[in-house]
């Protein structure tokens, strides 16, 4: 609270948002060419008209990271409070991109779920979730321990990067049979009907044989139901 205003909104002076902090007059931008400077205010906690809040700039600068390579501000007084003026490095382009180790899916396939491109920024927080994605759609097509290792990123000259990614595929994994124990009162076919993983068959290429742990969640929510209509727990 903030003893004698008559408001008890739960903050204290250190966070900054108390009264004695100025009014943000301007909100600036120097060196940003590929983002506009009205499209970065969106994104920000600290606003134009507004007090100062220590805590939000500093939460404005992580976001910012996220666009930029550097980033420092600079809080300028002015008559009726401060500018704040943000000065930018855009992040270095990628100039190439590889990927090696696919034989499941094409190099433009995996291209496709990237938001990494050759020809546009590198943005570090990015690469993580490329590694994520690419690892989910093997998962997806049945390569259980597929990984894609942290990539390698290689400063050119001109100012440009390198990254290259790397992908384990490991091996397929399939399903080469499904056994039940203590389903007693339950006909195996009937649990089997109700379940989307199945085992691999006698006629391989007519069964989807893959194994997801997502499906197979799944499968242990059907089979819930199935046994408790027949009136067991």
């Given at each position: 609270g903030q003893p004698g205003t008559g408001r008890d909104d739960g903050l204290d002076p250190p966070t900054g948002r108390d009264e004695e902090q100025p009014v943000i007059m301007r909100i600036e931008f120097e060196g940003n060419?590929?983002?506009?400077?009205?499209?970065?205010?969106?994104?920000?906690?600290?606003?134009?008209?507004?007090?100062?809040?220590?805590?939000?700039?500093?939460?404005?600068?992580?976001?910012?990271f996220r666009f930029f390579d550097r980033v420092k501000v600079t809080k300028d007084p002015v008559p009726g409070g401060v500018v704040l003026r943000f000065f930018v490095s855009e992040n270095p382009l990628v100039v190439e991109l590889n990927i090696y180790g696919t034989e499941e899916f094409e190099v433009a396939e995996i291209q496709e779920m990237m938001s990494t491109r050759a020809g546009y920024p590198l943005f570090p927080y990015a690469l993580a979730t490329d590694a994520e994605d690419i690892v989910e759609a093997y998962r997806m097509r049945g390569f259980h321990f597929a990984q894609v290792p942290e990539p390698v990123i290689t400063a050119l000259e001109g100012g440009g990067r390198r990254v290259e990614?790397?992908?384990?595929?490991?091996?397929?994994?399939?399903?080469?049979?499904?056994?039940?124990?203590?389903?007693?009162?339950?006909?195996?076919?009937?649990?089997?009907?109700?379940?989307?993983?199945?085992?691999?068959?006698?006629?391989?290429?007519?069964?989807?044989?893959?194994?997801?742990m997502d499906v197979l969640l799944e499968d242990l929510v059907a089979l819930k139901r199935r046994v408790e209509a027949e009136g067991f727990l």
């Open positions: 060419a590929l983002f506009a400077s009205e499209s970065l205010k969106v994104f920000m906690e600290l606003k134009e008209g507004e007090r100062l809040d220590p805590v939000a700039l500093d939460e404005d600068m992580e976001t910012l990614f790397t992908v384990v595929e490991g091996p397929k994994v399939e399903v080469q049979e499904i056994y039940f124990r203590g389903a007693q009162h339950v006909r195996r076919q009937d649990l089997l009907e109700v379940m989307q993983t199945e085992p691999l068959g006698f006629l391989p290429f007519l069964s989807d044989a893959v194994f997801r």
